[in-house]
């Protein structure tokens, strides 16, 4: 297949808790927000965390303030101190919780030292394509929906003790699979990026034998851009072209990270080219498990799209978010 939109099958049910069988066993909810004042946050419900020996689960919330300055809050309770629903989105986590009432989410995370109570409602349409599975063999299977592709949020944060009100735009999406991902995935890149109109997100794993993200002629174990104008969906697609241009030696962790990309996609009625710049290194995570060293970096872009809809041509520009993560570094 390539054109995904008819395989878009996705319903409320897709973002309960789904408690596969096995050690391997991992599942998280993951959340950000981009707010009017300049303000970013991040927040990820771990129900098994994949990056913890043993699992546990946990909860972490990262909030940046306009100069990129992180305040970060991790929350690790024992496993009789997490309840997720399997009917669905409802995670309680020590004394955070995450839930779906009707078509709102809630999330709160009761710390005053970074913390956040938002309300958030859905703008662009979800998906999770049927059967579901992005990789599946041998009995290993790993899954991805993403219920608010785009959506608005308003509440509060809590930083160092201060509350502040904000409002602005949020994304949430939903991993679990039956294996550690290091099995089967050599990393991945994924962002997404979101302007007045236009709200595109993609998703690129390599495989286990790459150690940054191949060029389009390399095979990929799973591509997926898409891209929603206003609350319609206009290009769901696998076959995902991101391009490396430029590139670049971080010295703090001793990797080659790529600084300008360009992705590209065309299906039927549409075609999106995306070329985006890194303009900062706002996270970089250096972490061992399972006997593998596993880098993690998220990128603060600027970008300008090129997207031709039905022969009408729209050029848009912005910042954006990417990450780049590297599962099987010897």
């Not at 965390?49 to 991790?74: A, F, Q, T």
């Not at 997100?201 to 993200?213: G, L, V």
């Amino acid at each position: 297949m390539t054109n995904l939109i008819p395989y878009i099958a996705y319903s409320d049910v897709e973002d309960r808790c789904h408690k596969l069988e096995g050690e391997g066993y991992y599942e998280w909810w993951y959340s950000d927000f981009k707010f009017d004042n300049g303000w970013t946050a991040v927040a990820t419900w771990h129900y098994s965390d994949w990056l913890k020996h043993p699992r546990v689960p946990s909860v972490e919330i990262s909030i940046y303030d306009p100069d990129g300055n992180r305040y970060y809050e991790e929350t690790v309770v024992g496993a009789g101190e997490a309840v997720a629903s399997e009917k669905i989105c409802d995670v309680k986590i020590g004394n955070h919780h995450f839930r779906q009432q009707g078509d709102r989410y809630l999330l709160s995370v009761n710390s005053k030292k970074a913390g956040a109570n938002l309300i958030m409602t859905t703008v662009a349409p979800p998906f999770f394509v049927s059967p579901g599975a992005i990789y599946s063999e041998g009995g290993d299977e790993h899954f991805w929906c993403v219920p608010i592709p785009r959506g608005v949020a308003e509440g509060s944060l809590f930083v160092e003790g201060k509350e502040m009100k904000v409002k602005g735009i949020c994304y949430h999406d939903h991993d679990w699979g039956s294996c550690d991902m290091n099995r089967n995935f050599g990393g991945w890149t994924w962002g997404r990026f979101f302007d007045q109109e236009y709200s595109g997100i993609f998703s690129r794993s390599f495989p286990i034998h790459m150690t940054s993200s191949p060029e389009p002629q390399v095979n990929s174990h799973t591509g997926i851009f898409y891209l929603a104008k206003g609350n319609k969906l206009i290009l769901c697609t696998e076959i995902v072209n991101l391009i490396t241009e430029e590139e670049r030696f971080d010295e703090l962790t001793g990797q080659t990270v790529a600084t300008k990309l360009v992705l590209k996609a065309i299906e039927d009625n549409c075609e999106a080219k995306c070329e985006f710049s890194v303009r900062k290194i706002v996270e970089r995570d250096h972490l061992k498990f399972a006997g593998w060293n596993t880098h993690n970096w998220r990128f603060l872009d600027d970008y300008n799209t090129e997207i031709i809809l039905d022969g009408k041509k729209d050029q848009t520009s912005g910042q954006m978010l990417h990450e780049n993560f590297l599962l099987r570094l010897k």
